[in-house]
């Protein structure tokens, strides 16, 4: 089995990993590290979250660095604040026995005249966010002219976030680079155009397939209809009473709104979304790191960066509608050997998604009931147990108080005593789950006959609660909207647009059809006139949005 010395390693960094407990590379460590280590090749290196990337790409700097010069020969660029700081504290550790490397982290939320002290001090790494980094050299505060080595890490993430500019102005500004690193856990267009227009002949490695899922996860889901979707959320926190995770929603009212629900009811949950401003989020990030906090209701944007290696749970509130959105969320838990719990909680209408996922990360997906109150009860009272007996009484002077405790509970059983415990401890739980329904609901078989022209079914699908309807008629109208593909949108963003703008919920809405300047929306009946309300009238980039009933126009 291949050793960090077998790599070409610096006896100091050796060392290093050695303490750290690091003796066999990962398999991107493997495949990158002598790559990188000649010091002139650009690579591409594509592997999932949590594979050891840092490790990859930053015990390699340390070695070709020059310690003797005090200004900026590598730059790693990444898409958020948590990364960066993530990224710096590792390559610490790395460079523990070789004096004289400096490292300076530089993100937005931050007192920038410090960073630029940091900077003036003398700096041989630079870990940077694309904004801040912009931000300093247009104040002429960092000189990139003598960059050696750029490392774009979470590429794919970066260029989600819209950084795509950002990070083209930062290699334009890196003239002298011999080589240009480029690590990312999916492939898309974007990252591909990038690697072309910027690397000359890159070396590639894959370790896995790209978008493949961790083996080390389980992919679960439940179904439920939507209007039980909050309280099979609650159901399963309940049943995995050791759950320390992340829940994934669409928005950030969503996220705030089943953060603030669940804390009034007594959990341990706070909320991630872009409203925060750095010092909530850093305080928040700092009770989840020390599970103060025993889960984070986050959207997409808030989470990105987060690194934290220990997670068990990631649950979809619901499905995300980019397909490669779910390997990011996935890849949150199950790292560095562990195991990891991914769960779904979806409706029947979206159980196709489900199968477009497995295809995508070659992993299957596994229905489960959702427990039934009992179920749950049962769970709680079996983990308390073992939480009793494992209590560590070998600290403090217990013994003082057995005399009485014997005198107290003289006249009572054993038994009693445990009946009282328990319903101390599960009395909330009881009242709660008494009588408790089922959640479930059984998938139909979706789609029925032909769509050709003049066939019998013509027109016919089914609504998000799986009952079937004709287009335009039956439970849902067909709204006309002057807004279409010429305005930017694709049909994720558009109906991210159109919920936000209604602040209606998605299960609310059927089929849409995008042309380019035109859209039609099926939408439930019974909030039609609420979604028309509220968009009809409204403005778009300086343009005044119509919506009405498609079938009323003319």
């Known amino acids: 089995m291949m050793t960090f010395e077998g790599l070409g390693i610096d006896a100091r960094l050796i060392q290093a990993t050695d303490e750290l407990g690091f003796v066999n590379p990962t398999p991107i460590q493997e495949k990158a590290i002598p790559v990188l280590l000649s010091g002139t090749k650009d690579f591409v290196g594509l592997a999932q979250t949590g594979t050891g990337k840092t490790a990859a790409f930053g015990l390699p700097l340390l070695q070709l660095i020059n310690v003797e010069n005090k200004f900026p020969q590598a730059l790693i660029v990444c898409p958020t604040r948590e990364l960066c700081m993530q990224i710096v504290k590792e390559i610490e550790l790395f460079k523990k026995h070789i004096r004289g490397v400096h490292v300076v982290a530089v993100y937005g939320g931050a007192s920038i005249s410090l960073q630029i002290r940091d900077l003036k001090r003398g700096v041989q790494i630079v870990v940077a966010t694309p904004g801040r980094l912009i931000d300093l050299i247009e104040r002429k505060a ?34 002298k680079r011999e080589a240009t690193w480029l690590f990312s856990a999916t492939m898309p267009p974007e990252v591909r155009q990038v690697s072309k227009r910027y690397m000359k002949e890159p070396v590639e490695v894959t370790v896995g ?11 679960q889901y439940y179904v439920t209809s939507a209007h039980n979707r909050y309280e ?7 049943f995995n009473p050791g759950i320390y995770g992340i829940v ?14 669940l804390t009034r009811e007594g959990y341990d949950i706070d909320a991630l979304h872009g409203d925060l401003t750095q010092a909530q989020r850093d305080k928040v990030m700092g009770q989840f790191r020390d599970k103060t906090l025993q889960l984070l209701i986050a959207t997409d944007v808030a989470a990105r960066g987060i690194d934290v290696k220990e997670i068990s749970h990631v649950i979809n509130y619901e499905l995300p509608d980019d397909v490669e959105v779910y390997t990011h969320r996935s890849g949150r838990t199950g790292r560095a050997g562990n195991q990891g719990i991914c769960v779904s909680i979806v409706h029947a209408r979206e159980t196709f998604k489900l199968r477009q996922i497995e295809k995508m990360i070659k ?34 002077d217990y013994e003082t108080y057995v005399p009485m405790l014997q005198e107290k509970f003289a006249d009572v059983t054993k038994e009693e005593v445990l009946k009282r415990v328990a319903a101390m401890e599960f009395d909330r739980f009881l009242k709660y789950y008494d009588n408790a329904g089922d959640l479930n609901v059984r998938e139909p078989r979706v789609r029925e006959k032909s769509f050709e022209r003049g066939g019998a079914d013509q027109g016919r699908s089914r609504d998000m609660r799986g009952r079937e309807y004709s287009h335009g008629n039956g ?15 694709y049909k994720a963003s558009f109906l991210q647009f159109i919920l936000d703008m209604s602040d209606l919920k998605k299960e609310a809405l059927g089929r849409i059809d995008m042309k380019e300047m035109n859209s039609w929306v099926e939408v439930d009946k019974n909030v039609a006139d609420k979604m028309v309300r509220s968009i009809d009238g409204k403005t778009f980039k300086g343009r005044r949005i119509r919506m009405n009933d498609a079938n009323s126009r003319g």
Request: proline share 3%.
């Open 475 to 489: 439970d849902f109208a067909r709204l006309f909207v002057n807004l279409g593909t010429k305005d930017g949108f």
């Open 232 to 238: 099979t959320l609650k159901r399963i926190i309940d």
């Open 363 to 396: 992993q299957p997906f596994h229905r489960l009931d959702i427990p039934s109150g009992k179920d749950v009860c049962r769970k709680q009272f079996f983990y308390f147990m073992d939480k009793l007996l494992q209590t560590d009484i070998s600290h403090g």
């Open 209 to 219: 397939q790209v978008n493949t899922g961790n083996e080390n996860i389980d992919h």
């Open 142 to 175: 960092i000189d990139l002219e003598q960059i050696q080595y750029v490392v774009l890490d979470e590429a794919d993430e970066m260029l989600n976030m819209g950084f795509r500019d950002d990070i083209e102005f930062i290699l334009k500004n890196t003239p």
């Open 248 to 261: 994934f929603t669409r928005t950030k009212l969503d996220a705030q709104d089943i953060a603030e629900k």
